[in-house]
């Protein structure tokens, strides 16, 4: 893994989250953080603060009555969501930083939200618990091939070619041609963010997701999420579906059940909340 940190290393300056993300990720896991402390920490920083709002009033959440402060958005969400929300945001904001001509911004961005809509949709449909972080999970799933891409034109524009859309030949080839993969630069990357250590392994795992067996469920809710979002035209994770059906491992039914209705439904309003997602939290100046 030298190579990969060595990625990360030269890059840090650059992705690195603002001071008020590494502030209030301390307080968060400190136990006799108030409300009022994290209300304050974030209030350092009135750009986060409106773009949290925005979240939090959106759609997405469809909650009736207007939130205008953070202490009050604590008090609706719970500080879990609130949590999941500030990295999305921040996350957003600091990796669209990364340039490359492999893959359209947009397109990226586009197969990010989809699989973490769909991933957020697959938990609720298995009646987990807390399904914001699938969301998470499933927006960084892929944050690691944008550093590659960068640091890496030449191998991965071959890799993109011989793969011809299908994710896991790709994976497969990174690995053998590489060492290493997207898969664990994104989990480094955001092992370096502090992040919590379940959420980095699932995105290791996300293409292994029946490996490790303290995050299999959602590893392998994350692996189906993005199997499902390749077979999606708006959320291919390159210009066109591929030449073939993006098949899940089939281990995965091990741990997720869900019925053939559920399955028929899931891109149920795929649409409007792709685009709502997209307009909330891409940069305007991307």
Known sequence: MDAVKKIIEGTKTLIAPPDV???????????????????EIIKTDPSLVANVLKVVNSPFYGIRSK???ISRAITIIGLDDLYNIITSVVAVNSFSKIATDLVKPATFWRHSFCTGILAKKIAQNCNVLHTERLYVAGLLHDIGSLLLYSKYPTE????????????????????????????????????MWGLPDPL???????????????????????????????????????????????????CIWDYISMSDEQKDNIYEGLD???????????PYNM
């Not at 307080?27 to 409300?35: D, F, G, H, L, Q």
């Not at 392998?220 to 066109?240: F, P, Q, R, V």
């Not at 409007?272 to 891409?282: F, G, P, Q």
């Open 156 to 191: 991965s524009e071959q890799i993109i070619k011989q793969s011809a859309g299908d994710e896991e030949i790709h994976y497969r080839i990174e690995k053998e041609m590489l060492g290493f993969t997207h898969a664990d630069i994104g989990a480094e990357l955001l092992t």
């Open 21 to 39: 993300w590494f502030r209030f990720n301390e307080a968060v896991n400190t136990p006799s953080t108030t409300i009022q402390d994290i209300s």
């Open 200 to 250: 980095t392994k699932t995105i290791r795992m996300h293409h292994e997701p029946c490996a490790d067996e303290d995050i299999v469920l959602d590893a392998c809710i994350i692996h189906l999420a993005n199997a499902l979002s390749n077979c999606y035209i708006l959320g291919t994770y390159l210009e066109k579906l591929p030449d073939k059906t993006n098949e899940p491992d089939s």
């Open 272 to 282: 409007e909340e792709l685009a709502d997602a997209i307009s909330i939290l891409i």
């Open 67 to 69: 939130v205008d402060t």
